[in-house]
């Protein structure tokens, strides 16, 4: 093979950086996607746990898992329960290890409305024999993302309204503010494990409600103050 084949420093050609766009500006590029299991007690409740305030416990999906609102997601393979869990997202800018409650919205660049879609057989058939669940949470297009919108435009929300819709009924509607561990926790304690970076997204855990999408579904997503997303599933 000649060496003109090659004209950068690597063996194969560099695929496409993940990113979100941002409210009225450029992308924010995606480094990590962090999130946060069971986060709202009546959650909690309906996927058969205590919802007692014990750490939260995080999970990882892949970057290029991520999709822009008014995607058509490709209904995924290796399952036949296909959940919806809509979530803030929380999108860094700053690092920082070890970061302090108080000083976690220093870190923040800006937020978002985002689904953590999930492979629930998957997850629960891994749950139950003790393994990872990374097949259920981790797989193309798991990660559909509104645009970001900076917390210099609208502060850092901790309260006001969270809801998904699916074919335009309501199945999921919360507060920001039953949240068992607030942003600022959430934070504070994912920080301890891991050294947060610009580009690391963090999901903030999903109100009750999850229920199965289907082929040709069409979801709308909503937090006060934030771009909403939607997406649909696709048909075929
Ligand atoms: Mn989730």
């Known amino acids: 093979m000649s060496e003109d084949r090659y004209n950068s420093d690597y063996v194969i050609s560099i695929w496409d950086q993940p990113s979100i766009a941002v409210a009225g500006g450029a992308a924010y590029p995606v480094r990590h996607i962090y999130c946060v299991g069971r986060n709202y007690a009546e959650h909690a409740r309906e996927m058969g746990t205590d919802p007692e ?6 999970f990882m999906k892949a970057a290029d898992s991520i999709v822009p609102s008014g995607a058509r997601i490709k209904y995924p393979p290796r399952t036949q329960d296909l959940h919806h869990e809509v979530e803030l997202v929380v999108a860094i800018g700053a690092s920082g290890a070890d970061i302090a409650r108080s000083d976690a919205s220093d870190h923040i660049f800006g937020y978002a409305v985002g689904v953590d879609l999930t492979r629930r057989d998957l997850q629960q058939a891994m749950k139950a024999k003790g393994r990872p669940w990374e097949i259920g949470k981790s797989f193309a ?22 809801s998904l819709l699916v074919n335009g009924e309501i199945r999921q509607e919360a507060d920001l503010k039953e ?41 709308n997503c909503t937090i ?3 771009e909403p997303l939607d997406f649909s599933i696709s048909a075929v």
Not at 53 to 58: N, S
Not at 141 to 147: D, I
């Open 179 to 219: 949240m068992i561990w607030d942003v600022d926790e959430v934070i504070a304690e994912l920080s301890t494990y891991y050294k947060l970076e610009p580009g690391d997204l963090v999901f903030t855990g999903t109100p009750a409600g999850v229920a199965a999408v289907i082929r040709g579904d069409s979801v």
């Open 53 to 58: 305030r014990e750490a939260p416990f995080f």
């Open 224 to 226: 006060d103050a934030l």
């Open 141 to 162: 297009q798991a990660a559909p993302v509104g645009e970001i919108q900076p917390a210099w435009n609208i502060g850092h929300p901790r309260e006001g309204k969270i």
